[in-house]
């Protein structure tokens, strides 16, 4: 039986508010076929439990030739690197090592795991802060090792010694603190990296290790979206390609990372109008869509809005190839207007690229049940999930990204949208899956299932925790075979 319960509040603020406040998650075709008939999705949940991970990794395909047709686009030569901290699944990274596509990893078991997977050491990198044990077994399968400080540098040499090695290592040098004198460039901090002043001093190291190591050029990775500071960053590195040609260095490689954004909605418009209405609710000329008045780095000043609105920007017509595209198109003035496409060609670099988030796209979705539905102390409605805020966000950033709800006994009718709040399943005040009010054509019942769209880059795995003794959610790769859907444990996964 539908479950009734007070919907006045909510319902009008709908209605006041005198707009469609949703945000239309961007589906995959084949997941939407796979959806279209939601008992799969029942029993699944009903035999391995509630949150649950599906993955779609067959998918990745056509994101990771996305990619290198750029690379043919620009004439470049290229690598696309997954980088493995985005998602742990074993369906995933066993796809992609039929691909034309290699692995980067930064833990000793990201590392394992690529090996257990079918990549070989010759297609995988190193990079982030590395022990011993993780520097050791990268040694020991002759893996690209992105050298993130002089520290590392020296302890690849001594593991060198001490394990017996006779091939030379191939290293990237990760760089940072990037400058330019001639654009407005604020020189971030960075925790990763050797900074330029420290080159010189790892160019004599490498010099002394000659036979040891093999300086394959640059790498580094920027904690930002600007095309401009990417730009500086191209630039610099191109410079110091030049002095390590003077050293009787021969580097062909400039590795970008990564960063390349998703573009999560089918709407800019809808983005627009919940963005702005989120600002007026902040203000107080809007009704209010926040939980306990949850303001997103934004408040309210003498009347004017303040801060800055900290999200990602959930919907952006250049993400992708189509953001590296923008970055290789990208013309510097002070070197006769050539692109970053033309420098790299010019100079014969090979350019590698890490992505994360874009590269997983569309490849998975979280699921979860619900428990209940009730109103909180304050009148808003709650509805229950039978997962955990962890087990869908990455790291405490919010997801404005509408769920699914698979109604079990969908209404005919097409009532004012209610607004709920999603909350999670531990016994924490802080638990809410959504910190910002859904808008639903009709509210769910116990046990309908709602699904998370587009999770697998980050939001799935990168904050998932145990907490309370609740479960982090299973895994489970599907595939798509004619018009049928076969499903195995994600472990169990198999390309045959």
């Known amino acids: 039986m539908p479950v009734t319960l007070d919907t006045d509040n909510a319902t009008k603020e709908s209605k006041t508010g005198n707009r469609s406040l949703t945000l239309t998650p961007k589906v995959h ?6 959806l279209a008939d939601p008992t799969r999705l029942e029993e699944l949940v009903k035999g391995l439990g509630s949150p649950l991970n599906v993955m779609f990794p067959e998918l990745i395909h056509d994101n990771v030739e996305s990619f290198n047709d750029l690379f043919k686009k620009h004439q470049l030569r290229g690598r696309v690197f997954f980088a493995h901290k985005t998602n742990s699944s074993s369906s995933l990274v066993r796809q992609l090592a039929q691909e034309n596509a290699f692995l980067d990893v930064s833990s000793l078991n990201e590392l394992r795991h690529g090996l257990s997977s079918g990549f070989t050491g010759d297609r995988i990198e190193a990079t982030g802060p590395k022990n011993r044990e993780f520097l050791t077994l990268a040694l020991q399968h002759g893996i690209t090792i992105s050298i993130d400080s002089l520290w590392e540098l020296r302890q690849v040499l001594e593991i060198r010694q001490i394990i017996k090695l006779q091939k030379p290592t191939k290293i990237l040098v990760r760089l940072s603190g990037f400058h330019a004198d001639h654009s407005r460039f604020l020189n971030k901090g960075s925790r990763f990296g050797i900074t330029i002043k420290e080159l010189e001093e790892a160019f004599d190291i490498i010099e002394d290790a000659e036979d040891e190591l093999s300086f394959q050029g640059f790498a580094f990775h920027l904690d930002t979206v600007s095309i401009t500071e990417r730009a500086v960053a191209i630039e610099n590195c191109i410079e110091l390609f030049e002095d390590a040609l003077s050293r009787g260095f021969e580097p062909r490689v400039l590795c970008i990372g990564g960063g390349f954004k998703v573009n999560y909605l089918e709407s800019e418009d809808e983005w627009n109008e919940y963005t702005s209405a989120l600002k007026e609710s902040v203000l107080g000329t809007g009704n209010s869509l926040t939980w306990q008045g949850n303001a997103f780095g934004m408040y309210q000043e003498q009347g004017k809005l303040r801060g800055n609105f900290n999200s990602y920007n959930y919907y952006d017509g250049t993400s992708g190839p189509d953001f590296l595209d923008e970055i290789l198109s990208h013309q510097f003035p002070n070197l006769s207007d050539k692109t970053a496409a033309s420098l790299l060609r010019d100079n014969m670099i090979e ?4 992505p994360g988030r874009s590269l997983v796209t569309q490849t ?8 209940n539905l009730r109103p909180s102390s304050t009148g808003d409605q709650l509805v229950n999930l039978n997962m955990k805020r962890q087990d869908v966000t990455f790291l405490d950033q919010e997801i404005f990204v509408d769920p699914l709800v698979l109604n079990r006994n969908p209404s005919d009718a097409a009532p004012e949208k209610v607004g709920v709040f999603f909350a999670g399943n531990l016994c924490l005040e802080s638990d809410l899956v959504y910190r910002h009010k859904t808008f639903l054509p009709q509210l769910p019942e116990p046990g309908d299932t709602v699904v998370f769209v587009n999770t697998a ?4 795995d990168f904050s998932a925790s145990n907490s309370m003794m609740e479960p982090i959610a299973r895994k489970v790769a599907v595939k798509q075979k004619g018009n049928k859907f076969e499903w195995t444990l994600d472990e169990e996964f198999s390309i045959l």
């Open 457 to 460: 880059g980050y939001f799935m």
């Open 364 to 371: 998975g979705i979280t699921v979860a049940s619900v428990n």
């Open 351 to 354: 350019l590698w690229i890490e």
């Open 29 to 34: 075709p084949v997941i939407k076929e796979y």
